[in-house]
């Protein structure tokens, strides 16, 4: 008996993460939004549906597409197509990130910072989906202006994307004290 509840849990978790079973790269996607879109033509009302989803491994890569198809299953395939294929690094320091970042899409203006071991994920909606994605366990936002979940995605994957290593840059630094900043006048 315990077993039919445990394969009922599993098979839960798997639809919610949207993994396939059958791809076992430990890829998680979720999906941020499913529109209805229609179009009026001559004939009458064209429905179709589009879906965004953010595809990532957990461990420092994350990729965020769109889709559209005549159903939600279709749309919602096509985007974690893209999204696995347009999948790029994240720069982390252990579960979180190394500093402070602010990134602005659209009008959306997002704000991340890194936060102290055991907070956990502070943030609503698609700024959750991405971190989650991507693997950051300790984390604070804020969502300033728009809160459109297409344009808080890819403020977010912006913001990630700027991140650089700060040791490495301040190894470079040190290593080079000729490589100051010359006036072009």
Do not use: C, W
Not at 113 to 140: C, F
Request: no cysteine; charged share 25%; net charge positive.
């Amino acid at each position: 008996m315990t077993t039919n509840s445990n394969e009922r849990n599993n098979s839960r978790n798997s639809r919610n993460s949207r993994n396939n079973p059958r791809d076992n790269d430990g890829i998680v996607e979720k999906v941020v939004q499913v529109r209805r879109v229609t179009k009026v033509v001559k004939g009458g009302r064209n429905l179709r549906f589009s879906a965004m989803v953010v595809a990532g491994d957990r461990k420092g890569k994350v990729g965020v597409a769109s889709g559209k198809g005549a159903a939600v299953p279709d749309a919602v395939r096509k985007a974690s197509t893209n999204a696995r294929k347009n999948m790029v690094s994240v720069q982390m320091k252990g579960t979180t990130l190394p500093y402070e970042v602010n990134a602005k899409y659209g009008a959306a203006k997002i704000m991340l910072k890194p936060a102290s071991p055991g907070t956990g994920v502070i943030a609503g909606g698609g700024i959750r989906a991405v971190m989650e994605a991507v693997g950051v366990q300790d984390v604070l936002s804020k969502n300033f202006g728009s809160n459109n979940p297409v344009n808080t995605v890819k403020a977010t994957v912006k913001a990630l994307v700027s991140l650089k290593d700060p040791d490495h840059h301040i190894s470079l630094r040190k290593n080079n004290p000729e490589d100051k900043e010359v006036d072009h006048e």
